[in-house]
């Protein structure tokens, strides 16, 4: 890390050759430097079952990559590619290697007639405040490939559309959020305004089949997704704005009528700029997500987090943030309905720093308290870190 911290300040005051906004070809180098308390998010008292694994560690992650960024006419091509190493000091079986990419071509026919044609990559590990087999690591490989429109024949009016085929691939058996391919289709109208304010109705239709099939747990062969939603952006004033979407997802498993659900899905965000220097976020949304356990099948997620940021200078800002959230773990389970309820409160602090446009510098701290009716799910965790980026 020593190496990392040094490397970076050398580029801040020696280096010529660093990237400028038109650049179509840039390399990235990235690093951050982190120590978690509490890695496997492990009741006070417990200790995780790995070789080498302690509660705490200290993970360095190396970010290799480049960017292209290149107009025509028309048109926009975009590729971020980094190849990821993640180290662990501890639970050396923890460490992996990614290769994570986005693509995208944004299309347009007329100024009327856009559009993206995408594909992207993104391979992580699972979180164990979910994932509890101590042990080992579960690694998700995530892969979308996709294509949508924005058709506006008469000015304000938008049609949209849209296709989607997606895998999500997990490296170990978890048959609470087992790994599935998914088609989806989306449709929908917009209506925008001069202010840039809109607001849209979009349908949802996905059609997923569960790579795991587990039918003594009830895991079944995969499932059917229908969601309305309608987005809405309101510029209120000069420093202030709205968005938010609202909708109803109802989720129908092709196997077993027990892992159905449905319910109401949301988010409100209002971001106000109290000044030249100063902003506050504030964000309330409900997330509904499968979860199929002996005792539950889906979860529904509340949130309430805040969000204020301070200018120091032009090159340095400081952020807070605080989030409390209610976690209810809903839907009948094939031998028990325990009623699982999480309550999380998080909060932590951010300071960045970018002495030139292609430089950055961050250092960060979040705790973290869950506690839960659930055995052994209660867990408390403090992270701190350092980051820093290289752009040319």
């Known amino acids: 890390m020593r190496f990392v911290i040094c490397y970076f300040f050398s580029y801040v005051f020696t280096c010529q050759a660093l990237a400028d906004s038109n650049d179509v070809f840039n390399v990235v180098l990235g690093s951050t430097y982190k120590h978690d308390s509490n890695v496997f998010r492990l009741s006070s008292g417990l200790q995780p079952a790995g070789a080498g694994a302690q509660r705490w560690d200290n993970i360095l992650r190396t970010d290799l990559g480049f960017k292209i960024n290149k107009n025509y006419s028309l048109q926009t091509f975009k590729i971020d590619y980094a190849y ?3 180290k662990y000091n501890n639970a050396k079986f923890l460490d992996f290697n990614a290769s994570n990419y986005k693509a995208a071509w944004l299309w347009s026919v007329t100024p009327s007639l856009k ?4 594909a992207d990559r993104k391979v992580e590990i699972i979180n164990y405040q979910d994932y509890r087999t101590t042990d080992s690591k579960n690694i998700r490989t995530t892969q979308a490939k996709g294509f949508d429109f924005d058709w506006s024949p008469h000015n304000n009016w938008h049609l949209l559309g849209g296709y989607t085929m997606m895998d999500s691939i997990n490296s170990q058996t978890f048959l609470a959020e087992t790994s599935f391919k998914l088609n989806m289709i989306d449709s929908g109208i917009m209506y925008s305004f001069s202010s840039a304010s809109y607001v849209a109705l979009k349908l949802r239709h996905s059609n ?3 790579q795991t099939v587990n039918f003594a747990s009830f895991i079944g062969k995969g499932y059917i997704e229908n969601e309305g939603v309608l987005n809405a952006f309101w510029a209120l004033t000069g420093k202030s704005r709205v968005s938010s979407f609202f909708g109803y ?13 449905s319910g109401y899905i949301g988010d409100i965000n209002y971001a106000w700029d109290m000044s ?7 964000d309330l949304s409900r997330k509904l997500s499968s979860f199929q356990t002996d005792y539950s099948s889906y979860s529904v997620l509340d949130t309430l987090s805040i969000k204020p940021t301070w200018a120091v200078t032009s090159k340095i800002i400081v952020g807070l943030n605080g989030q409390i959230s209610k976690r209810d773990y809903l839907g009948n389970g ?3 309905s325990l009623k699982r309820v999480d309550n999380s409160l998080s909060y932590g602090m951010t300071i960045d720093w970018a002495p030139r446009n292609a430089m950055m510098l961050g250092i960060n701290a979040q705790y973290t308290d869950r506690g839960s009716n659930a055995v052994d799910a209660t867990y408390s965790d403090f992270m701190a870190g350092i980051n820093g ?4």
């Open 115 to 118: 559009g993206n044609l995408s």
């Open 249 to 261: 997802d109802i989720h129908t498993d092709k196997t077993f009528s027990l892992r159905d659900y």
């Open 389 to 392: 980026k290289l752009i040319f």
């Open 276 to 282: 030249s220097k100063t902003n506050l976020t504030i």
């Open 208 to 210: 997923a089949e569960n």
């Open 334 to 336: 094939p031998i028990t």
């Open 84 to 86: 990821v190493l993640t």
